[in-house]
């Protein structure tokens, strides 16, 4: 197991069910944040259960995501018992992460790297601005990805919006043709 931070290394799968190299986040009830990371984690797997046919796959989503629910609950309960703080990450851990990145690391662990970097103000105004237009079209491509998915199951082809500039060269190709006529 990789964690997102050395200090966590210590909490290993010792039965091996998770790879030795898979990278895992783990979130704790003092997190403020945690309980309801939980519960959207909790909604996008009932989401992602509506677009399954009715059957045993979609009863177990289900059950799961109602448990995932129960267990964010708990989580905020010992929250308000024995308090919360503000998720932090050593500055040394953020550091030796972006030292660790090679090419071809994937978008959004790039993305949230420098989210991370953001938060602690080491970002340029530019970086951030890259960071932003990023997130953005990661957004746009998962949109596109779902839309294709439910259009698949639907039998029918997906209606995407235009991307940006090709939405503005259309409406510049307008404006253009009715100033020729």
Known sequence: MRHARADYDRIQDPAGIIGEDEPVFLLRAKDQLAAGLVRQWSRELW????LEPPGLRQEEMLATARAV??????MEEWGRQHGTKVPDT????LAQDMAESVAGVELEEDAARARRLAVVGQLTPMQLA???AT????RRKEQQAQMEEVSRRRGVPPQLPPEPAAQQALEEGKDSGRAAE
């Open 47 to 50: 989401r992602l259960a509506a």
């Open 69 to 74: 629910w129960a267990h964010a609950e708990r």
């Open 90 to 93: 050593p500055i040394e851990q």
């Open 130 to 132: 890259e960071l932003q």
């Open 135 to 138: 997130e953005r079209e990661m």
